[in-house]
Nanobody, 112 residues
Framework: QVQLVESGGTLVQAGGSLRLSCAAS????????MGWYRQAPGKQRELVAS???????NYADSVKGRFTISRDNAKKTVYLQMLSLKPEDTAVYYC??????WGQGTQVTVSS
């Protein structure tokens, strides 16, 4: 069974940085497209960043230049490095595999 376990979310001040991790099991990670999504209170879940099995990346306009998605196939882990965090980045961040499997989410709160 597929499991995605996110970690790294916490409370951080505006301008700070965080790195989220998502450890996968139960899938052939090396061929899976991976993504990070987020959902803020009262808002729809939105794509933050994605990475193909070949390493091509895609970012939401709101995070371009601040966030970086990466993957380590040997560790079956995808990362989201977040810099220059803003209060509007506050949300629950979810890891997604193959547009089908979801983690439980990790809370990121950015204080002003």
């Amino acid at each position: 069974q597929v499991q995605l376990v996110e970690s790294g979310g916490t409370l951080v001040q505006a301008g700070g940085s965080l790195r989220l991790s998502c450890a996968a099991s139960g899938i052939i990670f090396s061929i899976a497209a991976m993504g990070w999504y987020r959902q803020a209170p009262g808002k729809q879940r939105e794509l933050v960043a994605s990475i193909t099995r070949g390493g091509s990346t895609n970012y939401a306009d709101s995070v371009k230049g601040r966030f970086t998605i990466s993957r380590d196939n040997a560790k079956k882990t995808v990362y989201l490095q977040m810099l220059s965090l803003k209060p509007e980045d506050t949300a629950v961040y979810y890891c997604c595999a193959s547009d089908n499997y979801w983690g439980q989410g990790t809370q990121v709160t950015v204080s002003s």
